[in-house]
């Protein structure tokens, strides 16, 4: 095949000007940001398992009432708001902005209520005396191993309480569009399945059953 004709080939392919991925620039963004981020939780929950099964005396201090029964609750929150999520890339969908930004607040009184109950959670520990190298149990890496990724977490949260409120006040006055939703959705699910990772191996492994 000529040279020539083998430029009109790839021209006609791809010149410049719309998405070689079939995919818009901000959703390809924040895949491949969900991507090295879904890395680092693997590594923190792999360091995490591995400090566990390592040490006999791994302490076991969340109660059924109310260590568990909170967690079951904000679990139950982040499913909830995982749903207002779905809803408003829905409505986003068909074009209703309101709607859209109704949806992304419930979104965010969701992400609201889940960091007040996570911090509430976090005060109890430190209460009982739990830090990062040191607690009542002698396992110092216990106040490491938890803080760490439930705080990482904990961040991710509230950052995308920030993120979602930009999204909403965007959508409402039509300077964002249903990408916009759509990207923040992936972020938000992206959190919510991290958190059905963590809710397990680090608190109902961790029941204690006195």
């Not at 719309?18 to 969900?34: D, I, Q, R």
């Not at 409120?165 to 992206?190: Q, T």
Request: net charge neutral; glycine share 10%; proline share 4%.
């Amino acid at each position: 095949m000529p040279e020539a004709k083998v430029e009109a080939v790839a021209a006609t392919v791809w010149g410049g000007g719309t998405f070689p991925f079939a995919v818009g620039h901000k959703k390809l963004g924040m895949w491949l940001f969900l991507l090295s981020d879904s890395l680092t939780f693997c590594a923190l929950l792999i360091g995490y398992s591995y400090v566990r099964v390592a040490n006999p005396n791994w302490p076991t201090p969340f109660h059924l009432w109310p260590s568990i029964a909170m967690a079951t609750l904000m679990t139950l929150i982040l499913l909830s708001s995982s749903l207002t999520m779905v809803m408003a890339v829905t409505a986003s969908q068909r074009g209703d902005r309101g709607g859209a930004a109704r949806y992304l607040l419930l979104t965010i009184l969701g992400g609201l209520a889940f960091i007040v109950l996570h911090a509430n959670e976090w005060l109890g520990l430190i209460g009982e005396g739990v830090r990062l190298w040191e607690n009542p149990w002698n396992v110092p890496l216990f106040g490491a191993t938890f803080f760490a990724l439930t705080g990482l977490h904990m961040l991710h949260v509230a950052s995308g309480v920030v993120y979602l409120g930009v999204v909403a006040a965007g959508v409402r006055r039509g300077r964002m569009g249903h990408e916009d939703v759509e990207v923040s959705g992936l972020y938000w699910h992206f959190v919510d399945l991290v958190w059905m990772f963590i809710f397990p191996m680090v608190y109902l492994l961790s029941v204690s059953m006195k």
